[in-house]
């Protein structure tokens, strides 16, 4: 008797299996000392010394058997340093990316998690920016885990190494994750399983994304969560599978609600082509999952409560995203045309096909197109092809927006996504994202297409066969794997606050306004001081105002701001009256400021000194800055 090999092993789900079977059925990798074949198929073994124990034998063949999983996660993370490499050339003074706003709330949104893990503060809702209201942190990127967990990092190194260090290993995690799920449960080919790994972390949507949406890009438990999803309809065990699903959708609630909801909805999607190709296996596995998503939902509504009323009932709560949701929306042609940040592409090749280089969520040019296209026909009995083509025709679907497009042009025709875009949580899904779940199918899908290909043995023709089929993948993906991110210089923080002289001058919690009062300004200085200061103004969503929740970009300036952003566009001269000066100091009361300050790199730096003097009297010299030591106003 044989060992059977991968082809006898397994069936794949044709037209009368389930995606459960299929996913249960495909032959896993063979174990490297042969433990996966039957007993009487394994050659007798000489006795083992005395001395040694089964933990010494089964030490090479364990080694053998993570080697081809280092060297998968060892590729991975070069990729992603090559994409982010740029950046590391030196993070304290480099930007990442197109995006320099996104970074800077990001790395001010790590900065502040380290402190609120020192000083045991609330990490959902702070004042320390767009101070005295605050920033709901819910109804932003949150990231509590993430900033949780790299603390110690950024109370090291700085809030922008750790977000580099996040931006990198995201990728890399992300990628490794898909490659281990898919390796251990969907498909006996690990080359399969690298491909897929490859396209769901490395195609235009995650490389895009590492533009500053770390929270978009933080992907390695997506892959956890759904198969464990899948298991709820498999293993009839819904308390035990319950509660480990708990525990990963609880963890991603924490890392990232926004890709959590997409999450979810993809698993919707899946549910909805299963109930299409197989209503009656559908019903038979719903009993098993929704009980198992019962246990789930407890343990989840119960560990997330609290920043669950924070995002729609707490302080500074929005509704909705800023403007038309067509804004963000992609174009029925950017789906085959080439990302920015891609081998094929360029500066312009994006440019009027999606929203920014930030959201270029499809971008996969004709060849990935017809790839996907080709592999979906050819395996199109089985019933797992069928729900991924389901779910990435849905959510490719979505990301056009409310209405459909004509080239680059938007028609007055409504799209599907206009029947759901006034929903709650739906208003405020940035469009272009639901084409992160089109990148997911068409990554599984790759993956199970190519260890269909690994598995065809017919005679010496047959060996062409996998050759040929990596061929063919290879150039579909070369054009669109990821080229590095841009880099730019940043500006430098002053001495005042990166040496901490400004301990000096302002108490914990109370404000310093740097001059001019500009948000990004405002969060690089709180940044290298990791919030150990309040500051004015910042960069996030919020109400457009007390008694209208709606979501706006950041709030309206007070006077005083308007006033010396002004002064240094040169739109206006130094002459300041009495009603200046009142407003001014009522201004900086308003903020609870200890402190005003302008650094010496400022714009029109000696026009601002004036006004500044004749609003706050004469300044002092501190360090690299001109200080107002406004306590005697606000206190």
């Known amino acids: 008797?044989?060992?059977?090999?991968?082809?006898?092993?397994?069936?794949?789900?044709?037209?009368?299996?389930?995606?459960?079977?299929?996913?249960?059925?495909?032959?896993?990798?063979?174990?490297?000392?042969?433990?996966?074949?039957?007993?009487?198929?394994?050659?007798?073994?000489?006795?083992?010394?005395?001395?040694?124990?089964?933990?010494?034998?089964?030490?090479?063949?364990?080694?053998?058997?993570?080697?081809?999983?280092?060297?998968?996660?060892?590729?991975?993370?070069?990729?992603?340093?090559?994409?982010?490499?740029?950046?590391?050339?030196?993070?304290?003074g480099r930007l990442l990316g197109s995006r320099p706003n996104d970074q800077g709330f990001n790395e001010w949104m790590l900065a502040y998690a380290a402190h609120a893990v020192s000083n045991l503060e609330n990490p959902f809702f702070t004042t320390l920016q767009n101070a005295p209201d605050g920033v709901n942190l819910m109804t932003n990127v949150g990231m509590q885990l993430?900033?949780?967990?790299?603390?110690?990092?950024?109370?090291?190194?700085?809030?922008?190494?750790?977000?580099?260090?996040?931006?990198?290993?995201?990728?890399?995690?992300?990628?490794?994750?898909?490659?281990?799920?898919?390796?251990?449960?969907?498909?006996?080919?690990?080359?399969?399983?690298?491909?897929?790994?490859?396209?769901?972390?490395?195609?235009?949507?995650?490389?895009?994304?590492?533009?500053?949406?770390?929270?978009?890009?933080?992907?390695?438990?997506v892959p956890f969560i759904l198969w464990r999803v899948i298991r709820l309809a498999r293993d009839g065990r819904p308390v035990r599978d319950g509660l480990v699903l708990g525990a990963l959708v609880t963890a991603q609630f924490f890392v990232s609600l926004e890709i959590l909801f997409l999450t979810a909805l993809g698993c919707l999607m899946m549910v909805?082509?299963?109930?299409?190709?197989?209503?009656?296996?559908?019903?038979?596995?719903?009993?098993?999952?929704?009980?198992?998503?019962?246990?789930?939902?407890?343990?989840?509504?119960?560990?997330?409560?609290?920043?669950l009323w924070m995002q729609f009932a707490g302080p500074q709560h929005r509704v909705g995203h800023p403007g038309n949701p067509d804004v963000y929306a992609l174009t029925l042609g950017s789906f085959v045309r080439y990302a920015t940040e891609s081998v094929a592409g360029s500066p312009t090749s994006a440019l009027r096909w999606g929203p920014n280089t930030t959201e270029q969520a499809s971008f996969y040019g004709w060849s990935v197109v017809i790839l996907a296209v080709g592999a979906a026909w050819w395996l199109r009995r089985e019933i797992v092809v069928r729900v991924l083509a389901v779910v990435a025709l849905i959510s490719a679907v979505f990301s056009i927006g409310t209405t459909w497009t004509v080239g680059t042009r938007r028609t007055d025709v409504p799209a599907p996504f206009a029947l759901v875009s006034e929903l709650p949580v739906f208003d405020s899904v940035v469009v272009s994202r639901f084409a992160l779940i089109t990148t997911v199918?068409?990554?599984?899908?790759?993956?199970?297409?190519?260890?269909?290909?690994?598995?065809?043995?017919?005679?010496?023709?047959?060996?062409?066969?996998?050759?040929?089929?990596?061929?063919?993948?290879?150039?579909?993906?070369?054009?669109?794997?990821?080229?590095?991110?841009?880099?730019?210089g940043r500006n430098p923080v002053p001495d005042f606050v990166?040496?901490?002289?400004?301990?000096?001058?302002?108490?914990?919690?109370?404000?310093?306004?740097?001059?001019?009062?500009?948000?990004?300004?405002?969060?690089?200085?709180?940044?290298?001081?990791?919030?150990?200061?309040?500051?004015?103004?910042?960069?996030?969503?919020?109400?457009v105002s007390k008694t209208d929740n709606t979501g706006r970009w950041g709030v309206e300036p007070q006077p005083t701001a308007k006033l010396l952003t002004a002064v240094s566009r040169g739109q206006r001269d130094t002459a300041v009256g009495p009603a200046d000066v009142e407003q001014a100091r009522a201004d900086v009361r308003h903020w609870k400021a200890d402190a005003v300050a302008l650094p010496d790199r400022a714009r029109r730096h000696d026009d601002l000194k004036v006004v500044l003097d004749a609003l706050?009297?004469?300044?002092?010299?501190?360090?690299?800055?001109?200080?107002?030591?406004v306590r005697p106003l606000t206190r």
């Open 498 to 543: 990166t040496a901490g002289v400004w301990k000096d001058h302002v108490a914990p919690g109370r404000t310093l306004v740097p001059v001019p009062v500009d948000g990004m300004t405002s969060l690089y200085w709180s940044s290298a001081a990791l919030a150990g200061f309040a500051v004015p103004e910042g960069y996030f969503l919020a109400p």
């Open 441 to 488: 199918a068409l990554g599984v899908l790759f993956a199970v297409a190519g260890d269909r290909v690994a598995r065809v043995r017919v005679g010496e023709a047959g060996r062409l066969v996998p050759r040929l089929a990596a061929v063919a993948l290879l150039a579909a993906l070369l054009p669109i794997l990821p080229t590095p991110l841009e880099a730019r």
């Open 616 to 629: 706050y009297g004469p300044g002092q010299r501190v360090a690299d800055v001109w200080l107002w030591d």
């Open 272 to 307: 909805i082509g299963y109930v299409i190709f197989r209503p009656r296996e559908a019903l038979r596995r719903a009993r098993p999952m929704l009980g198992g998503l019962a246990v789930t939902g407890v343990l989840v509504g119960a560990a997330a409560a609290y920043p």
């Open 1 to 92: 008797m044989t060992a059977p090999g991968p082809e006898t092993r397994t069936r794949t789900a044709d037209a009368g299996g389930s995606v459960a079977d299929a996913t249960d059925e495909t032959a896993k990798p063979p174990a490297a000392d042969g433990a996966d074949r039957p007993a009487e198929a394994t050659p007798p073994r000489p006795a083992q010394p005395e001395a040694a124990t089964a933990e010494d034998t089964d030490r090479p063949s364990r080694w053998r058997r993570m080697r081809p999983d280092l060297l998968v996660a060892a590729i991975f993370l070069a990729g992603a340093f090559w994409v982010t490499g740029r950046g590391w050339v030196n993070p304290d």
């Open 146 to 221: 993430p900033g949780l967990v790299l603390s110690p990092v950024t109370l090291l190194f700085g809030a922008p190494f750790a977000y580099l260090l996040f931006i990198t290993l995201n990728l890399a995690g992300t990628a490794y994750a898909w490659y281990h799920v898919l390796s251990r449960n969907l498909v006996s080919s690990r080359v399969a399983a690298f491909a897929g790994g490859l396209f769901c972390a490395f195609a235009p949507a995650l490389v895009s994304h590492s533009n500053g949406h770390p929270h978009i890009t933080a992907q390695w438990l």
